[in-house]
């Protein structure tokens, strides 16, 4: 009997894909027949999250590493998979993403620099070549999605650099949405709330305690409460959704 998954033949690239929300993504696209690209800028966590994906057929994953803020990473990156696989990612999920934190007064031009070159160029740069590669192979079901931040919604002290970068991501992905949609490629956002993972551990625990009494739910999420939102957006499940953002935050800021 024919395979019912809803990403059979799809070829999902996930940024960030070594850790935490990325990891969870890779699995869950990975469960529904996606072949799976693990693309990290580090090579122990990609092997990672390769080795916790199901045993399928030879080359259904593969990872890659690269440097999202770097076009020229970007550019190998995308050259590397079509050698390997001859197959475009017809998904793309940027997840790849760092904080600096700081207070705006003390915050060094290098730390607003850091964090708004991963974070909001790196989305930029993925999206552009991957669009760009859809439309020349002249492939009509892509959707983008980007990992935004409810801090990119609300702001917060300490991460006025974090804040814009992800705010940006909400401009670029409404703006790739309108641009792509004739090609038939769509591009969301997902604004998580705090999300156990590394991403976090470093968040002092006052700051934690705050933030979980706002949260209505009570709780923090887990990534794999992210990744089943990319898993919606990925699929056809969203076909006629796109330049929306899906706040998975458990009523925090709603
Ligand atoms: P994480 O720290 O567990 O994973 C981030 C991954 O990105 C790591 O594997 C890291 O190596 C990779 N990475 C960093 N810089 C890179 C670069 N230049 N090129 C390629 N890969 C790079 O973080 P987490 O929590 O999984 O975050 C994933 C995304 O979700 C990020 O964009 C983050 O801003 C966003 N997010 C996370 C929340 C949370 O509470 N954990 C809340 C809201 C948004």
Known sequence: MASTKLLNDRLALVTGGGSGIGRAVCQALAREGAKIVVADINENAARSTLQSLPQGEENSYIMEIVDVSQSQSVNNLFTSINQRLCQVPDIVV????????????????????????????????????ACRLMIAHKIKIGSIINISSIIGKVGNIGQCNYAASKAGVVGLTKSVAKEMAKYGIRCNAIMPGFID??????????????????????????????????????SSKSNYITGEVIEVTGGLFM
Do not use: R, Y
């Open 197 to 234: 993972t590394p991403m976090v551990v470093t968040v002092p625990e006052k700051v934690m305690t705050h933030f979980k009494k706002l949260t209505p739910m009570g709780k923090f999420g887990k990534p794999d409460d992210v990744a089943e939102a990319s898993l919606f957006l990925a």
């Open 94 to 129: 940027n997840s790849a993403g760092i904080t600096h934190d700081g207070l705006m007064n003390e915050m060094t031009e290098q730390m607003f620099d850091d964090v708004l070159n991963v974070n909001l160029k790196g989305t930029f740069l993925i999206t552009q070549a």
